[in-house]
Every structure is written in C-alpha cells, then in structure tokens.
C-alpha cells in the first residue's frame, strides 16, 4: 500500500515540476541536454556525473570486459541504460514505474532494445550472481533500508562485480541532510497537499552512514568527484547560504567486497 502511494504521489509531483517529454529527442539526449529547457543546472550536474562514472569506472572496466551484464536500478526512464547499451553492454531496467514519461514506458525512445522489469530493488526478481555492474542512478536516497536494499544488490552482483551509487545526495553533517528532507516535505505540502513521505526512505548518505554499509556487507568504497562547472559551484554556495545548511554533494560512489 505505502509502495502504491508512493508511487501515485512520486508521479503526480514529477508531472506536475514538468518532468519528462512526447519528444522522443528530449530522451535521446538526456543526460548532456535538457531539451525541454526546464532543469538545465540540474542535468548539467547530472551530465558531469555521468562522465565521472565513464572515466573511472565503465573505461577501465571495459579494458578487462568489452560488454558487461549490467542491472540500472531504479531506472525511471532508462537513460542511463540507453547509454550503457550504446556502449555496447547488456542492461536490464528496474522501476517501479512503468510510467511513459518517466518510467520504463519511456524506453520506446530509445534506437536500442532494453530488457525492463517492473520491480521493488529490495526484491528483484532475480536469480544470484548474474551481474558485473549494478548502478543506482539518483535512485539509492529512495530506499528506506540501505542495508537492506544494497544486501539484495549485492546478491545479484557476481563475486568479482562493481556497485555504484550515482547521484544521491550526500551531507558530511546528518542535520543538514535532515533539513533539506523538512524543506522538501514542507513545499511538497504547501504545493501539493501532501508531504510524499509515504516511504520512511533514508533520503540521504553521510561519509559515516558509508562506513557502517561498508563493515555490515563488507563492501570497500572508493568515492570520486566530479568536477562542477562555475555555475554549478556557485549554484550550490549561493542555495546553501540561503538554505543556512551545507549543500548537498553527488560523489560517484564505488563499492567493491573486501
Ligand atoms: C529520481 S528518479 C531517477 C530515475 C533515473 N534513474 C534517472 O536518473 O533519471 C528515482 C527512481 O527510483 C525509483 N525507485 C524508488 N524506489 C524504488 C524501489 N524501491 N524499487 C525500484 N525503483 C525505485 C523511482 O520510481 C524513480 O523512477
């Protein structure tokens, strides 16, 4: 029930801020253009990650493996898996969306076939050990159990495969993470009639929330930065300031078992 809710509220808030197009151009070129024009400082940091993840994961993995099994969990319209499968890997999507605009009905878009499941990440209908990579792209925050959700990502990963968590929000002081979670439920409140808090999710990482993942499932992490543009930095001071909180970071963060 909470999950159906969830789901009705995500939907109704994502139309509602503009997300999403009927021109099939606009997922093509997603995450380098917004051709919408709505969240361009948004996809430019999106953009910025995206390429992170190119230069210090996928090439250097691609140099052992040229086309790797890999799972984009939470997927929503699939352009991540759109990109993947260009370069030549095997992707399977997973949402709870089957949304047109923004969930797995926007593959359709796409010049390429991706394999899609509708699904909860904390139980994916899967067998063990059958990917090398598994990517939760700007998906991980909505959890509402990391350990949980990451133990079954790690169940379908091969002994030997990569996990990455790309695009969540990251605060090096919980209380910071805590009042944008107030800030987000209070405009969703005033906007919408409802807070979209249907799902107790964490919301957020903290360096030390990492630490602990990494003892309990045994995971090693190594996190990477991606460069901002001077927009993009100056973006974020100036919101911070406002906001009287730290701004939140997106680290490509890379988990690997110990
Ligand atoms: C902010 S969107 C990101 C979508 C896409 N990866 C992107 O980068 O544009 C988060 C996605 O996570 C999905 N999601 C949230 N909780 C989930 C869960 N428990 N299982 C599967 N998908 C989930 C949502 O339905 C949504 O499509």
Known sequence: MAVAQFTREYTTVRRAEGWGSSDGAYYRALPFRDLTGRFPGIWRIRSRSYMTLVDRVLEPLEAHSRQMAVIDLGAGCGWLSNRLTLRGHSVMAIDLLMDRF??????????????????????????????????????????????????????????????????????VDPTSGQRMVQERQARFLATYGFASDALPSEHFLTPARLDELAS?????????????????????????LRARREPARFPVIVGKRR
């Not at 990517?135 to 990963?157: I, M, P, Q």
């Open 102 to 171: 923004d969930g797995l009905g926007a593959r359709r878009h796409y010049d390429v076939d991706i394999a899609a499941l509708v699904a909860e990440y904390d139980r994916l209908p899967l067998p063990d050990d059958q990917a090398d990579l598994v990517v939760f792209n700007a998906s991980l925050h909505y959890s509402t159990d990391f350990a949980k959700t990451l133990r079954e990502a790690l169940r379908v990963l091969r002994a030997r495969g990569t996990l990455v968590i790309l695009d969540s929000p990251m605060y």
């Open 216 to 240: 309990e499932l045994g995971l090693a992490w190594h996190t990477h930065t991606p460069a901002l543009d001077w927009r993009t930095r100056l973006g974020r001071t100036i919101g911070g």
